[in-house]
């Protein structure tokens, strides 16, 4: 199994604390996220991997934040339907996961307090329909809303970064084991559509 990550900083090698990973089961992740990537960057990304390496059993795709704000919210998830169907494309047989844009604690643009949130919601409610009926059934999203929310409190320390965008070192692990996590619950369970399962979210 082998496993493309691609995104922003929050996937990038140096915040993740890691490269090219093994898990459970033989699998490998490979780590290509870039600081201040926006979702117009995942065409040269890809089409770089794909001259240079095996196709992936799976792609994580974990991008748009900062898109937000940057653009309007309808042509953000026209990118965003894009982009998806483009991967589709290219690659017919693989798994395409949608990471769930992360909250912010705060958004540099906001002008309406809540407006960032908001449009994070619809940016992911979008993607989660575009996997669900353009990407013909080989589909999942990482909804995150377990943890990853602004209310969410963590025992053993903060899990946002003091800039309200970016993660602790605690956040970022949490991060990498949802996604592991996820990994493994849609191997062992290919019928479910997102993780943690419906009945499990917040959203």
């Known amino acids: 199994m082998r496993t493309w990550v691609l995104g922003d900083s929050i996937v990038s090698k140096r915040n993740a604390g890691l490269g090219n990973v093994q898990l459970h089961g033989g699998g490998v992740v490979r780590w290509e996220g870039t600081g201040g990537a926006m979702i117009s960057n995942m065409y040269d990304k890809l089409s770089v991997l794909l001259r240079h390496n095996r196709f992936p059993t799976t792609v994580i795709l974990h991008v748009g934040t900062n898109n937000i704000f940057n653009a309007s919210t309808t042509l953000i998830r026209n990118e965003v339907e894009g982009l998806l169907v483009h991967i589709r494309q290219v690659l017919p047989f693989t798994r395409i996961i949608w990471s769930d844009i992360l909250p912010r604690l705060g958004y540099s643009k906001e002008t309406k307090k809540g407006a960032g949130m908001r449009v994070t919601i619809n940016i992911n409610k979008y993607a989660h329909k575009i996997c669900r009926e353009k990407l013909e059934g080989n589909a999942n999203v990482i909804t995150h809303s377990q943890v990853f929310n602004p209310s969410y409190r963590n025992v053993d320390g903060p899990i946002f970064a003091h800039d309200c965008v970016h993660l602790t070192p605690k956040g970022y ?19 479910e559509f997102s993780y943690p399962p419906r009945s499990a979210n917040a959203l």
């Open 173 to 191: 692990l949490m991060f990498r084991q949802t996604l592991a996590n996820a990994l493994s619950f849609f191997n062992s369970h290919p019928h």
